[in-house]
């Protein structure tokens, strides 16, 4: 399993979250965020008001994925996150120990 942080444009979240349904996918913590990446040379716009050194809104998605869905969950939220302009954001994964479904008290590849 994989803990997986996604930090992507707040009003991608919706394309985000349909392309992950539609690959049977679900299961997700959503955060609102701000933050910075290399935008020394990129001033990056959002709602109309341009940021060069400011935290930007950003929307914080994390998840526990399966090992044999970890490409195809990159693959989607990179896809529906993409306008190819700076700020699209950045997705980070490392390996997960547990996971347990409370309900059920079932565990790790079970419980996600
Ligand atoms: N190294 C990092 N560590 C933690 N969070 C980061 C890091 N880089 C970026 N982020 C987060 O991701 C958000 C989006 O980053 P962003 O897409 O601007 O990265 P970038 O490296 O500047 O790429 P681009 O040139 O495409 O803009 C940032 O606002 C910040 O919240
Ligand atoms: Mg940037």
Do not use: C
Request: glycine letters at 8%; aromatic letters at 8%.
């Amino acid at each position: 399993m994989y803990w997986l942080t996604a930090i992507v444009r707040p009003f991608k979240l919706n394309d985000i979250y349909e392309q992950l349904l539609s690959e049977g996918i679900g299961g997700m913590t959503i955060t609102e965020v701000k933050g910075f990446g290399n935008q020394k040379s990129h001033a990056e716009v959002y709602r109309g008001n341009t940021y060069t050194s400011r935290f930007v809104p950003k929307v914080k998605i994390e998840m526990a994925v399966k090992d044999d869905d970890l490409d195809r969950v990159i693959q989607s939220i990179s896809l529906a996150s993409k306008t190819g302009s700076p700020g699209d954001g950045k997705i980070f994964a490392w390996r997960l120990e547990h996971a347990i479904r409370i309900r059920t008290a079932e565990s790790d590849g079970l419980a996600i």
